[in-house]
């Protein structure tokens, strides 16, 4: 019993709870659900029992679901928070962005729904800390750039205010790009395929719902000063930008579809999310990891483990798991540094990502050097030849930019 999941289910309509168990009685022995009737009558549950995961309608008399949310969320930030409802308007949606880790729209098939638990739920394989875990289901949104969401800010009250502008401002910052790729490939839109590609995800969600994410429900936040002290937020952009090009012009080189492009593109922009994570969650843990690492030849990754028993790469897979990112964007970012520990048997975006991170850092003066390219990963799928190419590829590229 203690190795099952433990779900909690909430509707103030016992004809959905009893649908819900009859649809999911197959699933009775990997999973403990429990049912409650109402708000109220779940965090009475919540007080006495332990949850891995609550899924909860969002329209209820009483407690709904953005309050009942935004207890858990408060009260037992380790619960993954999954919205299933039906006819709720964007309005609610969006007051409650901050608060659901992923939406589900009603009527939910059973394979839909099972998948979904089942992935959040493998997550805690990333990360087996649950304070950290709760501290990172606890974010609401991630720091952007002050400088970019300035220029957000002022382009959004521009009568003359153009989708492309802002798609290039959000396709800039880490923080941005990656709320906005969570809310655009949730169900609520209605999108039908997984999103990508920034603009495009920009140009589907509208510039009316940009705005309202940005001046009402201030979805992006701007960090002036993040304490720990050696974390530049605004190398950490520089650098997260040349990889996520660097990695699209690798699947470029390679041929890759358009949409692969993409995803190489946006795993890229944020492989490294995580060290935000870290930067803002837990600052004077990770001011113990910038520490070692300035007094002893030991790459981040190194540090990380040996102060936090993990790493910003599976930090960051963990969060972007939560939030519903595919599956393999999460495995680029929590394997980009040792990508043969992913088991991978074929050239994917963990490969371009793990190679364009070697590049970037290769090319840029004050990163780590000590980060070397995973030459058996390499090997094993006949690619080291091309290595030098993509380097060349890159290099000049940078030239160009310069």
Not at 26 to 37: G, I, P, Q
Not at 228 to 241: E, M, N, R, V, Y
Request: charged share 25%.
């Amino acid at each position: 019993m203690n190795d099952k999941i433990r779900i909690l289910f909430v509707d103030d309509e016992s004809n959905i709870l009893d649908g819900l168990r009859r649809m999911l009685h197959s699933m009775r022995k990997e999973w403990d659900m429990t049912f409650a009737e109402g708000g109220q009558a779940a965090l009475d549950i919540l007080a006495e029992k332990s949850f891995d995961v609550i899924v909860s309608d969002m329209r209820m008399p009483g407690i709904d679901g953005a309050q009942l949310l935004e207890k858990v969320r408060r009260n037992y930030p380790h619960i993954a928070r999954i919205a299933l409802s039906g006819q709720t308007s964007k309005k609610t949606i969006l007051r409650s962005v901050g608060l659901i880790h992923q939406y589900l729209t009603k009527p939910c098939n059973t394979e839909t729904l099972r998948t979904t638990i089942s992935n959040v739920c493998s997550l805690r394989d990333l990360l087996t800390n649950e304070k950290l875990r709760g501290l990172i289901a606890q974010l609401e949104s991630l720091p952007s750039l002050p400088s970019l969401y300035a220029e957000l800010i002022e382009q959004i009250r521009d009568n003359d205010c153009s989708v492309d502008e802002v798609a290039k401002i959000i396709s800039r910052d880490v923080g941005m790009s990656a709320k906005i790729m969570q809310l655009v490939n949730s169900a609520f839109f209605g999108v039908g395929r997984h999103v990508s590609d920034i603009s495009q995800a920009v140009t589907l969600l509208g510039l009316e719902t940009i705005a309202s994410l940005t001046l009402s429900m201030h979805i992006f936040s701007q960090y002036d000063d993040i304490k720990p002290d050696g974390f530049s937020l605004s190398c950490l952009w520089d650098h997260s930008i040349t990889v996520a090009e660097m990695a699209r012009l690798i699947a470029r080189s390679e041929n890759a579809e358009k949409s692969d492009t993409g995803y190489c593109f946006l795993a890229g922009m944020l492989h490294d999310i995580g060290k935000l994570v870290l930067a803002v969650q837990v600052p004077q843990k990770y001011q113990q990891v910038l520490s070692l690492c300035s007094s002893q030849t030991k790459e981040m990754h190194e540090a990380e483990r040996e102060v936090l028993q993990t790493t910003h790469a599976e930090i960051g897979a963990y969060l972007l798991g939560l939030w519903g990112f595919s599956d393999d964007i999460i495995t680029a970012i929590a394997f980009h540094h040792k990508p043969a520990e992913a088991a991978a048997t074929k050239f994917s975006a963990l490969t371009i990502v793990h190679v364009a991170n070697i590049l970037a850092h290769e090319t840029d003066s004050v990163s780590d050097k000590n980060i070397q390219p995973d030459t058996q990963y390499l090997n094993a799928l006949g690619l080291t030849n091309r290595l030098p190419r993509w380097r060349e590829i890159c290099l000049d590229n940078l030239k160009v930019r310069s």
